[in-house]
């Protein structure tokens, strides 16, 4: 699971400063990835199912954005966008849309394409990276060795969680 989340973060970081032009391919390639992996998919499925996508984006419009406001709402709303750009629609299409505009300017494809990172897909991802970071420490919580219950001297007590350290798989059958 370490390497799910190493690879996460490096795969991510293709993401940073992108401009509008080459934005949409890196978008869908990293979301490909996402769906490539089991536990993301899950992640993903899951929030796909638990939200009604439909009542936030009810009476959205050029001037009138989307009514998310949880995390998973956010989540949901930024995975059906990237949805929507894997089958083709194109960024300003969507920003035009669901009214995701810079509130500087307006006409710029990079701003409102910015906008639409920092609001939505951006916090999507850390929502994403957060919930592989919790499985992670489920995970680290199943694979911690046999765990002292009993109270040893000091000097046997750190010798044995030594040799636990150097030694995971080792049956116990003393002490």
């Not at 401009?19 to 990293?30: A, P, Q, S, V």
């Not at 629609?89 to 500087?104: A, E, F, K, R, W």
């Not at 929502?127 to 060795?145: A, G, L, M, R, Y």
């Amino acid at each position: 699971m370490s390497n799910l989340l190493n690879d996460y973060h490096h795969r991510r970081s293709y993401l940073d400063n992108i401009n509008y032009d080459e934005g949409r391919t890196r978008l869908i390639g990293f979301y490909d990835w996402l769906l490539s992996e089991p536990e993301i998919t899950k992640i993903i499925n899951k929030l796909k199912n638990s939200i009604d996508i439909n009542k936030i984006t009810e009476g959205c419009g050029y001037s009138h954005g989307p009514q998310a406001s949880t995390p998973d709402e956010i989540t949901s709303l930024a995975i059906f966008f990237l949805d929507k750009i894997k089958d083709g629609v194109q960024t300003y299409n969507l920003c035009d849309q669901y009214g995701i505009h810079s509130i500087y300017d307006s006409e710029d494809l990079q701003s409102d394409f910015e906008e639409m990172m920092d609001k939505y897909i951006n916090p999507a991802f850390d929502f994403i990276e957060q919930k592989i970071e919790e499985i992670q420490s489920e995970d680290d919580k199943k694979n911690i060795p046999y765990t002292l219950k009993t109270q040893y001297p000091l000097e046997i007590t750190q010798s044995l969680k030594l040799f636990e350290k150097d030694h995971p798989n080792y049956q116990r059958n003393v002490l």
